[in-house]
């Protein structure tokens, strides 16, 4: 089947631009999210101090406070320690699976900035922007004569690079509930957003081991992952004591998945775009977090997230030098991650 090497390097060209676009739209969240609170703190001035009745748990007496300005801001910056597993294979009329490749503990140094805005009473909108490098991690890649895994003619491991960064913002709107015997305060906020979320891998200090031992001098492939889609979640909050709560939120991706590849060393591919996959998927992530109030305004926070994704059947297709490109199928990739992070949240 011919293609038009001409147009899939333009868009592939287009999907580079646009992962550019993924960090410049972190950088304006972060500066719109910086410079917004000065605007709101100025605009609070004009109100009168926040009166409360000393029963109210101090979670109530946040929510008092804030019914009192036009809006309430809020971020946080963390940094933390993040592990992922990816991996992907694909499959022939005959075989099942031809090629696998996956990323194995591949450990990540990453920060996070995330900023919450109150726009209208206990309506909100929050979003976040993540960036981080690969500190370490193992790949293999391995060809199978014959399905289920078996008559394996071709493996290879090497070493992880790269970067990830994700971006997400949504809105919802803030549910308190407060009283009762235990004199505890817990908010529930629906959510509904957009998120981005990518994956910079490359693969480098390669050694052969099937069908024998060699090195793999000047390897450096690269695997850009990019999952796209809406999310619907909620988050609670709850109120432990006074100085203590406790944060818990699920949400659920509708996404589309896309990567783009370069294998280097195969001379029967083309470059820089060597093959592309391309499916539909979903994904699910939870956070628990704790957070210590250490004065009115600024909060102290511990969390661990776990992130699990998984596509449908997609297509592979694969570019080669000689001109011409073959699909096949992409089986279900699958993507698992998990963070542990501190940080400090900030209260306008």
Request: proline content about 2%; glycine content about 8%.
């Given at each position: 089947?011919?293609?038009?090497?001409?147009?899939?390097?333009?868009m592939?060209?287009?999907?580079?631009?646009?992962?550019a676009?993924?960090h410049?739209l972190?950088i304006?969240?972060?500066?719109?999210?910086?410079?917004?609170?000065?605007?709101?703190?100025?605009g609070?001035?004009?109100?009168e101090?926040?009166?409360v009745?000393?029963?109210?748990t101090?979670?109530a007496?946040?929510?008092s406070?804030r019914e009192?300005t036009t809006?309430?801001?809020?971020?946080?910056?963390?940094?933390?320690?993040?592990?992922?597993d990816?991996?992907?294979?694909i499959?022939?009329?005959?075989?099942?699976?031809?090629?696998?490749?996956s990323?194995k503990n591949?450990?990540i140094s990453?920060?996070?900035f995330s900023?919450e805005i109150n726009?209208y009473?206990?309506?909100?909108v929050?979003?976040?922007y993540?960036?981080?490098?690969?500190?370490s991690?193992g790949?293999q890649?391995?060809d199978?004569?014959?399905?289920?895994?078996?008559?394996?003619?071709?493996?290879?491991e090497s070493?992880t690079g790269?970067?990830v960064?994700?971006?997400?913002l949504?809105?919802?709107k803030?549910l308190?509930i407060?009283g009762?015997e235990?004199?505890?305060t817990?908010?529930?906020?629906?959510l509904?957003?957009?998120?981005?979320?990518e994956?910079?891998?490359?693969?480098?200090d390669?050694?052969?081991?099937?069908?024998?031992?060699?090195?793999?001098?000047?390897?450096?492939?690269t695997?850009?992952?990019?999952?796209?889609?809406i999310?619907?979640?909620?988050?609670s909050?709850f109120?432990?004591d006074?100085?203590?709560?406790?944060k818990?939120?699920y949400?659920?991706?509708n996404?589309?998945?896309?990567a783009?590849?370069?294998?280097?060393l195969r001379?029967?591919?083309?470059h820089?775009?060597?093959?592309?996959?391309?499916?539909k998927?979903k994904?699910?992530?939870?956070?628990i977090?704790?957070?210590y109030?250490?004065?009115?305004n600024?909060l102290?926070n511990?969390?661990?997230?776990?992130?699990?994704?998984?596509?449908k059947?997609g297509?592979?297709k694969?570019?080669?030098s000689?001109?011409t490109?073959?699909?096949f199928?992409?089986?279900?990739?699958?993507w698992?991650?998990?963070?542990y992070?501190?940080?400090?949240?900030?209260?306008f």
């Amino acid at each position: 089947m011919e293609c038009s090497l001409g147009y899939e390097y333009y868009m592939y060209k287009l999907r580079r631009i646009n992962k550019a676009t993924l960090h410049h739209l972190g950088i304006i969240l972060f500066i719109v999210m910086v410079s917004f609170p000065s605007y709101i703190y100025a605009g609070s001035l004009a109100y009168e101090p926040t009166i409360v009745n000393e029963n109210e748990t101090q979670l109530a007496k946040w929510f008092s406070e804030r019914e009192e300005t036009t809006a309430m801001f809020q971020y946080s910056l963390d940094i933390g320690y993040r592990k992922d597993d990816l991996s992907w294979s694909i499959a022939t009329d005959t075989v099942s699976h031809v090629s696998e490749v996956s990323w194995k503990n591949t450990e990540i140094s990453q920060a996070t900035f995330s900023g919450e805005i109150n726009i209208y009473k206990d309506w909100l909108v929050t979003g976040y922007y993540s960036v981080g490098a690969v500190a370490s991690g193992g790949n293999q890649d391995s060809d199978y004569a014959a399905s289920n895994r078996t008559n394996m003619y071709m493996h290879s491991e090497s070493k992880t690079g790269g970067s990830v960064d994700d971006v997400s913002l949504a809105i919802g709107k803030k549910l308190v509930i407060s009283g009762g015997e235990l004199q505890r305060t817990i908010t529930i906020t629906p959510l509904l957003g957009f998120s981005i979320h990518e994956q910079s891998f490359t693969m480098y200090d390669g050694h052969q081991t099937v069908p024998f031992e060699a090195v793999l001098t000047n390897l450096n492939n690269t695997y850009d992952t990019q999952w796209r889609g809406i999310w619907f979640g909620a988050e609670s909050m709850f109120e432990i004591d006074k100085k203590r709560l406790l944060k818990i939120s699920y949400v659920y991706n509708n996404v589309d998945y896309s990567a783009d590849a370069n294998w280097n060393l195969r001379r029967d591919f083309s470059h820089p775009l060597s093959f592309k996959h391309e499916a539909k998927g979903k994904g699910q992530a939870i956070s628990i977090g704790g957070y210590y109030i250490f004065s009115k305004n600024v909060l102290f926070n511990l969390s661990f997230d776990y992130q699990k994704w998984v596509t449908k059947r997609g297509v592979d297709k694969t570019y080669f030098s000689y001109g011409t490109t073959e699909e096949f199928t992409l089986n279900p990739v699958m993507w698992r991650s998990h963070t542990y992070s501190m940080g400090v949240t900030y209260n306008f």
